[in-house]
């Protein structure tokens, strides 16, 4: 029984460097973007769009990112858990822009959720960062702001 050397060329080097490049730059942006919360209950499709404009479906403990915009389907309700202990409930056909949100249960001083509601609703019970830091919590809609750290019920109108 003889061995055989065989070589790879240094062109098919190339292309493998290269494909191994693509697929690890392919994974940086999703690296970088915080996971700040998980779906626990799904009845529905549940989208979410990146800050770089890739959009996926969500299941039952996908997970929730930082600058992740999130959009229900209509007859579709999705609940979420935050890091903090907050629960958050989607009402159908809403979009969510999870804009920031900072919590670190050994640095009160950091905390900072902000939310935008562009459409639909949601009701949320406070988790630990609203408990301690009232004022910690904002929500942007197109009719306004609130600010607060209480558990809430907010639902737009459709135009």
């Known amino acids: 029984m003889t061995s055989k050397s065989t070589s790879i060329s240094p062109t098919a080097r190339r292309i493998a460097g290269l494909l191994c490049l693509i697929g690890w730059l392919a994974l940086v942006p999703s690296a970088h973007a915080q996971v700040v919360g998980t779906v626990t209950n799904l009845s529905g499709i549940l989208a979410a769009r990146n800050a770089q404009g890739v959009t996926r479906l969500l299941a039952v403990d996908s997970p929730v990112h930082q600058g992740d915009t ?90």
């Open 70 to 159: 999130l959009t229900t389907e209509s007859r579709a309700y999705a609940q979420l858990k935050f890091a903090d202990g907050a629960e958050l409930t989607l009402q159908p056909q809403s979009m969510l822009v999870v804009t920031r949100y900072s919590y670190d249960a050994g640095k009160p001083q950091d905390d900072k959720v902000e939310l935008g509601l562009a459409q639909g609703g949601f009701r949320s019970i406070a988790g630990a960062l609203g408990q301690r830091s009232r004022d910690a919590t904002v929500i942007n809609t197109p009719a306004g702001v609130l600010k607060g750290s209480a558990s809430m019920v907010v639902s737009l109108v459709p135009q």
